[in-house]
């Protein structure tokens, strides 16, 4: 674990409505605190099902399912022991959903040369009325600069749809840089990585970020436009 935070993983957990925060910062620029957690089926499994039956989620995600089977499917993410699923929060309320992973022991890593330690990011936006107001580029260097203090990687990978531009813009205002078109199993995605040192040299991390980390996370950022969603 690097940068100036990392003696944060030491922190005393911090909880809200009885969930563990991994990370939590309150971001000035935003006026908000971001937190995430990983998902706890007993709290959001409802909500996880509305998000990815929104319509502004199922072109990219494709898991607007059953009740049986999309419970099936959560159970499968929260078994599959290279991806962590978690809920994003801003002022302790659920408005996102992300998972992080070992992009060497996904599908993604037989379309480059991946390195061990090298982590993934997948996301998307929940509640339509989160959309439109700034909140996918700081919500996205959170879980950027998460990935690098609570890991060894020297770098984030990214596969967005290549039909999701807004997404594509987001993750390039977050440091990543496309590499060029791959086939997916299930989808058209745009490889973009984002390096350790450019991420804390080029987006860094504001002086007016409070970052508190539990278990090896974080730290963070804030910008201000763009809607969005993204996977």
């Not at 099902?49 to 399912?65: E, M, N, T």
């Not at 070992?102 to 936006?125: K, T």
């Not at 040299?201 to 910008?223: F, I, M």
Request: glycine share 8%.
């Amino acid at each position: 674990m690097t940068g100036s935070n990392a003696g944060a993983a030491a922190a005393a957990t911090r909880t809200n409505g009885g969930r563990e925060y991994a990370y939590r910062a309150r971001n000035e620029r935003i006026d908000r605190t971001v937190a995430f957690a990983e998902v706890d089926p007993t709290l959001d499994f409802d909500r996880l099902r509305a998000w990815f039956g929104s319509d502004h989620v199922k072109p990219y995600w494709q898991l607007d399912l059953p009740e049986a089977a999309f419970r099936a499917k959560l159970d499968s993410k929260l078994g599959d022991d290279h991806l962590t699923p978690y809920v994003g929060l801003l002022d302790h309320t659920p408005m996102s959903y992300w998972e992080t992973y070992r992009a060497a022991d996904d599908a993604v890593g037989e379309r480059y040369d991946a390195e061990p330690e090298d982590r993934g990011v997948h996301l998307l936006i929940g509640p339509p009325e989160y959309l439109g107001h700034g909140y996918a580029v700081p919500l996205l260097r959170a879980i950027t600069a998460f990935q690098f203090r609570a890991t060894d990687a020297g770098r984030v990978v990214s596969e967005p749809d290549v039909r999701n531009e807004i997404a594509i813009r987001v993750f390039e205002r977050c440091g990543y840089e496309p590499q060029g078109r791959i086939d997916l199993p299930d989808k058209e995605a745009l490889l973009m990585h984002c390096e350790r040192e450019r991420f804390f040299d080029a987006v860094g991390e504001p002086a007016d970020v409070d970052v508190d980390v539990n278990g090896g996370s974080d730290a963070d950022t804030a910008a201000d436009a763009e809607s969005e969603v993204g996977r």
